[in-house]
């Protein structure tokens, strides 16, 4: 008997332990997406940057629950994209994140040094910030790889488009526009539209008796860019989805428009501010590169190193580009000639391609960077102002309705990726 007691007390303390144990674990955990987790902590980590760039800014915020609530869905849609590109075997490697960190800090005129004593004075832990970049990037390009294929322009739509911007005078201006979302379900009932059109035009009331519009779309909206106060950024009004732009059309600065009905919900829009004036002008640069893609036989080291070497080479005068280009860069488009890109606009490549470039000096040759194609070099060799040729002018179109589009399905795609996951939160967001 008294063995049994003891057994039995051991148990029971055992499963007391394990109980106060798992109960901690899980007090650890905001929300399980599908077979992931989005942690306690990294819900505090995003409020706390959201408070430290609102203080920064001036900008006044919600309730700590508003914004744990707006963090916790940012989140989800980071792990649930974060699965997209491990299903894809999307991976962004060491030297593409390193690549990508010193264009940011190129860009800003920085060294790699002075910018990582900058993200550790503003973020505290630059391991922490360099992770959630590579995160950044890489949702990035799962948003870019999964929502380009559902877009086609036809010829008939740049027509379309052309002669309206003709008849308005061509204008190239920009709008910085905010969003608030205020979403219903798929396939939602008559009860639930009618909650959500409520909720839009208690907003619309709040926002005309003077409420801060950035405040309320932190507190209330269900766009994506909700934490950054319905920020959309810069855009021509050809580019905005075309909901956005007819009824943006006309409008003036500090303007408030909605509710917008659409199939994601009702829509309110303002105007943070305009710029831009007719043009008719385009920017070129004309370079020359040379690529080499890593694999079984060429490993990421030596593809870098070998245009390392070459960079050092071709500085002091030992090695000709031309020649060098057509006997070992991998761009079919470009061998031949010796690596020559002729005329184009920077805007037309890649990112990394397009930030290195543009950061270059003529003549000046840059150090290996990677790209998604692999590793280059590219030397910039003249700039020119053009006029808007029709050709441009289609070009221009082009990007705009290829904008516009992206804006809208990507909206469509984030909504059908949440839709079909697993979702349970689980940590209270007082």
């Given at each position: 008997?008294?063995?049994?007691?003891?057994?039995?007390?051991?148990v029971?303390?055992?499963?007391?332990?394990?109980?106060?144990?798992?109960?901690?674990?899980?007090?650890?955990?905001?929300?399980?997406?599908?077979?992931?987790?989005?942690?306690?902590?990294?819900?505090?980590?995003?409020?706390?940057?959201?408070?430290?760039?609102?203080?920064?800014?001036?900008?006044?915020?919600?309730?700590?629950?508003?914004?744990?609530?707006?963090?916790?869905?940012?989140?989800?849609?980071n792990?649930?994209?974060?699965?997209?590109?491990?299903?894809?075997?999307l991976?962004?490697?060491?030297?593409?994140?390193?690549?990508?960190?010193?264009?940011?800090?190129?860009?800003?005129?920085?060294?790699?040094?002075?910018?990582?004593?900058?993200?550790?004075?503003?973020?505290?832990?630059?391991?922490?910030?360099?992770?959630r970049?590579r995160?950044?990037?890489?949702?990035?390009?799962?948003?870019?790889?999964?929502?380009?294929?559902r877009?086609?322009?036809?010829?008939?739509?740049?027509?379309?488009?052309?002669?309206?911007?003709?008849?308005?005078?061509?204008?190239?201006?920009?709008?910085?526009?905010?969003?608030?979302?205020?979403?219903?379900?798929?396939?939602g009932?008559?009860?639930?539209?009618?909650?959500?059109?409520?909720?839009?035009?208690?907003?619309?009331?709040?926002?005309?008796?003077?409420?801060?519009?950035?405040?309320?779309?932190?507190a209330?909206?269900?766009?994506?860019?909700?934490?950054?106060?319905g920020?959309?950024?810069?855009?021509?009004?050809?580019?905005?989805?075309?909901?956005?732009?007819?009824?943006?059309?006309?409008?003036?600065?500090?303007?408030?428009?909605?509710?917008?009905?659409?199939?994601?919900?009702?829509?309110?829009?303002?105007?943070?501010?305009?710029?831009?004036?007719?043009?008719?002008?385009?920017?070129?640069?004309?370079?020359?590169?040379?690529?080499?893609?890593?694999?079984?036989?060429?490993s990421?080291?030596?593809?870098?190193?070998?245009?390392?070497?070459?960079?050092?080479?071709?500085?002091?005068?030992?090695?000709?580009?031309?020649?060098?280009?057509?006997?070992?860069?991998?761009?079919?488009?470009?061998?031949?000639?010796?690596?020559?890109?002729?005329?184009?606009?920077?805007?037309?490549?890649?990112?990394?391609?397009?930030?290195?470039?543009?950061?270059?000096?003529?003549?000046?040759?840059?150090?290996?960077?990677?790209?998604?194609?692999?590793?280059?070099?590219?030397?910039?060799?003249?700039?020119?102002?053009?006029?808007?040729?029709?050709?441009?002018?289609q070009?221009?179109v082009?990007?705009?309705?290829?904008?516009?589009?992206?804006?809208?399905?990507?909206?469509?795609?984030l909504?059908?990726?949440?839709?079909?996951?697993?979702?349970?939160?689980?940590?209270?967001?007082?």
């Open positions: 008997m008294k063995l049994q007691l003891l057994i039995a007390s051991s029971a303390a055992f499963l007391v332990f394990s109980s106060q144990a798992a109960e901690q674990k899980i007090d650890g955990v905001a929300a399980i997406v599908n077979n992931g987790v989005v942690l306690d902590t990294e819900v505090t980590d995003m409020v706390n940057k959201v408070k430290r760039n609102a203080q920064s800014q001036g900008q006044t915020l919600p309730s700590d629950r508003a914004l744990r609530t707006q963090a916790l869905e940012r989140l989800i849609s792990s649930l994209q974060m699965q997209m590109a491990s299903r894809m075997g991976q962004i490697t060491d030297p593409q994140l390193d690549q990508a960190l010193e264009n940011v800090a190129r860009g800003e005129n920085l060294t790699m040094e002075q910018f990582r004593q900058r993200i550790v004075a503003e973020e505290g832990d630059y391991q922490q910030f360099r992770e970049f995160e950044e990037i890489t949702t990035g390009e799962v948003l870019r790889a999964n929502v380009q294929r877009i086609y322009i036809s010829p008939q739509e740049i027509d379309s488009l052309m002669k309206v911007m003709e008849e308005q005078g061509a204008s190239n201006e920009q709008y910085n526009i905010g969003h608030i979302l205020i979403s219903i379900p798929n396939q009932s008559t009860e639930e539209i009618t909650d959500a059109k409520d909720r839009a035009d208690k907003v619309m009331k709040l926002l005309r008796e003077g409420s801060d519009f950035k405040r309320l779309a932190i209330s909206s269900s766009d994506s860019s909700a934490l950054d106060g920020d959309m950024g810069w855009m021509n009004i050809n580019e905005m989805p075309t909901l956005f732009s007819d009824a943006i059309r006309g409008k003036k600065k500090t303007d408030v428009i909605g509710p917008l009905r659409s199939g994601a919900g009702f829509h309110i829009l303002t105007i943070f501010d305009i710029r831009g004036a007719n043009v008719a002008e385009a920017n070129e640069v004309k370079s020359r590169h040379v690529l080499i893609k890593p694999s079984i036989i060429m990421e080291e030596k593809a870098r190193d070998t245009l390392k070497q070459f960079v050092a080479d071709f500085k002091a005068d030992k090695a000709d580009f031309a020649e060098f280009a057509s006997a070992n860069s991998e761009d079919p488009g470009s061998k031949l000639k010796g690596g020559d890109l002729g005329w184009a606009d920077p805007a037309m490549y890649v990112p990394a391609f397009r930030d290195t470039l543009n950061a270059l000096q003529l003549q000046e040759i840059s150090e290996p960077f990677r790209t998604e194609h692999g590793w280059h070099v590219v030397q910039l060799l003249e700039k020119r102002v053009v006029d808007m040729t029709a050709e441009k002018k070009d221009q082009y990007r705009m309705l290829f904008n516009r589009r992206f804006n809208e399905e990507q909206a469509n795609f909504r059908e990726l949440r839709d079909q996951a697993y979702i349970e939160i689980l940590a209270d967001t007082e």
